[in-house]
Each structure stands twice: as C-alpha cells, then as structure tokens.
C-alpha cells in the first residue's frame, strides 16, 4: 500500500501546557530540516494537536523514514490513509479496503479503536467500535476479534476535516525537539563515548556545538578527519554541528616538560576544560558536555572527575557516567558512529598518557604542579582559543 501522509505523534511535548505550541513549531521546524536531506518533496503542517507529513509526489519510503527516526521529540509514525468525511457508508468501504490492502493473511486478530474529535459526527466512538468491527467481520470470516492483544489495532480518527485511518506506529527516537533546551559545547574526541554523550543530550533538546584537540604531529590529518567525520554522523541526530578543532600540541608539551608526568593526564584535561569552557561562553553555550564515565580509565575515577570538574564554572553533563561500556557501544552502534570510532588513528590523549598515571588525585597537589605553568600557560591558552579552527559539520 502506497502512502502519502503521516501522522508525527510525540510524547513529552504533550505535557507541556500553555507552551505546548512553541515545542510543537520547534518539532515542525526539525523535520522540516531532516526531510530536506531526503528525495521528495513534502508538506509539514499542524492541525488540532497533530503534526502531518504529506508527500508532493514520488518519495523513497524507508528513506523517509530514516530521516524521520533521526528527528528528537517523535514519538512514532504513523502511515495515515486520510479521507474527507462523506459518510459512515463512504467510511465502512474504506475502512474495508484498508485492511484488505494492509493484511494479506487474514487469519489474524484486529481490534477497532475509533475516537472522534468531530462531536457532531452522528456515530459516537463505541458505536463506530462495534459498527466497524462488524463491517470487517463480515468482509473477512477468518478474522477474529481481540480486544486485550490484538495482532493488528485499527485506529479512526474522526476530526474536524479529516478522517485518518492507521494501524502502524513505526517508532521514533523520543526525546525534545533540538533547539528547546539551550545550547551546550561537547568535547569530541576520536573515541566511542563522547559521541554518544552528544546524541543523548541533542535527545533532551540542547543544540550541540564541539570542540576536538588536535596535536599534530603527534596526530595525524586522518585522526582529525575522524574527528570531523563523527561530527558528521552525530550532526544527522543533533542538526548542524560547529566543530572547533584547537591545536593543542604546545600546551601538551609545555606540560610534559613542567609537569610530574604521573598527573599529566589529569592535568591536560583541566586545561582542556578550561579551553572547552572559554570557547562555549563565546559561542553562547549553557554547559559542557563530556563522554566520562565512572572507572572506565585513570582520568575517570571519582577523584579524577571532581579535579577536572574544579576548573569549570558551567555545569558540565556526562549522560553516561553511570554506563559500562558495553552499554556505551551499543547506542553508537545503534546510532551509526561505531565503525568510525574504533577506526586506529591516535587522538592526543593517547600519545602523552603517562605510563602509571595517578588515579586518586589530590587537588591540591594538582595545583601546586600547575604553578611551574605559570610564566606562559596563560598565554598559550589565548592563543589555542583564537587560532581554532571551525567546521561546519552537516
């Protein structure tokens, strides 16, 4: 059966009270966005509480819906046949028709779930249950009637102007619209988990910005790519990604050469904290974003984390903190960035990881090794910030 209009359904958006229509137009606007990386040309609207996408034409089906399952704040969609209301005959007929088209193999169960937001309509809703029930048992005896599990649930809408007539609800990825809950700034290295961590905040509607610390030449062109490719694939999820890729190689040395090298993991992660944090004030980002979770290497204990946490003054969210990682490679596989990131190019972390880094640092101690900084760390950093380089990732 060919469609050619849907019904967006959403979750949370529903609750939202007087401010339901700004999440709404927020949703309209983010699959307008998806669908116009799609063939096709198509229609988003609003009516009444729903949100529809027509098609204008020839479309590719599972494309379609690719772009849709990438689209935060949907719930599912639903293939709707849609008809103008000329009847309950006009109706019966049609709703027999749908089930003809839409089972082959008749020998299962179906229930009707008939609602109808058009009260003048001469039917009520347990009426058109029975009645149209009836009408599909008489057409197919070897139907059967569950109302507790059925195999197929006939959904009727009878709105205002519309009829809709589904029984699919292909599942969205949930979740709010991106753009509704600020903007915030990932850092995105070439691993599994900080990619992850972007699309699970994009999930709750924050708009996504990254910044990437290149070392060349102790990391390559194709390392960085990796970078700029992952971005990319998130980028599909979160909408357009501003990638800000810092060369980090003389701040790492000079921290090499000063520092006890036992605590140069944690102490270039501070410092790319604060690089990370000035860049997100220029750029109007809420909060950082980081791919840590709790154990997993040296720089993840608890101490670890609250040693870099110590230099940031916005608050920084770490929606896996509490994954292993074997739940953290699961999402990037569901989300396509797996195969990028297990590709073996080095990042700069990896090339200045000290051989028995500390795993309970002290504070403290942190700071009393960051004085044999001071005479130019300060100046480093300003010029990491004002020479990045940003990329449009899309």
């Known amino acids: 059966m060919t469609f ?27 699959i307008r966005r998806a669908l116009r990386q799609t063939e096709g040309e198509f229609t988003v609207s609003k009516a009444s509480g729903r949100i529809y996408v027509e098609a204008e034409g020839d479309y590719d089906y599972e494309e379609l819906m690719e772009a849709l399952q990438r689209v935060f704040g949907i719930a599912a969609i639903c293939p709707v046949v849609q008809i103008q209301d000329q009847g309950y005959e006009d109706l019966a007929r049609q709703v027999v028709s749908y089930v003809e088209q839409m089972v082959p193999d008749k020998k299962i169960t179906f229930k009707v779930d008939a609602r109808r937001s058009n009260k003048h309509y001469p039917k009520n809703s347990m009426e058109l249950n029975a009645d149209l029930g009836e009408e599909i048992l008489k057409a197919f005896p070897e139907i059967r009637v569950d109302v507790h599990k059925p195999d197929m649930m006939l959904h009727v809408e009878i709105r205002e102007n519309v009829i809709n007539i589904y029984s699919r609800a292909i599942p969205g990825p949930g979740g709010m619209p991106v753009g509704t809950n600020g903007k915030a700034m990932l850092l995105l290295s070439g691993g599994i988990d900080s990619p992850v961590a972007g699309y699970m905040i994009a999930k709750r509607g924050v708009k996504i910005d990254a910044v990437y610390f290149h070392a060349p030449p102790y990391t390559s062109e194709r390392a960085k790519q990796k970078v700029v490719d992952l971005a990319k694939l998130v980028s599909r999820y ?10 980090f190689t003389d701040i790492q040395l000079y921290i ?15 410092y790319m904290m604060r690089i990370a944090e000035e860049i997100a004030k220029q750029t109007d980002c809420l909060g950082l974003i980081t791919g840590e979770s709790i154990g997993q290497v040296a720089s993840q204990t608890v101490q670890s984390l609250a040693a870099t946490n110590a230099v940031c003054t916005m608050p920084v969210f770490r929606p896996v903190i509490g994954f292993d990682k074997q739940e953290i490679v ?27 880094p500390v795993t309970k640092p002290n504070i403290k101690v942190i700071q009393a090794s960051e004085r ?23």
């Not at 979160?238 to 060369?247: D, F, R, T, W």
């Not at 999402?331 to 990881?353: H, Q, W």
């Not at 900084?373 to 990732?393: D, G, Q």
């Open 330 to 356: 699961d999402v990037a596989l569901k989300i396509g960035t797996y195969e990028t990131s297990v590709l073996p190019y080095e990042d700069c972390c990896t090339i200045f990881v000290a051989k028995h």
């Open 372 to 394: 044999n900084l001071e005479e130019k760390i300060e100046e480093m950093v300003r010029i990491a910030v004002e020479t990045a380089e940003t990329v449009w990732c899309k």
């Open 4 to 30: 050619t209009a849907f019904l967006i359904k959403y979750a949370e958006i529903g609750i939202k009270g007087k401010n339901r229509f700004l999440f709404e137009d927020a949703l309209v606007k983010q």
């Open 238 to 247: 979160s909408g357009p990604v501003n990638l800000h890729i810092v060369n």
């Open 256 to 270: 090499y050469e000063k520092c006890p090298h036992e605590e140069l993991t944690i102490i270039m992660r501070r």
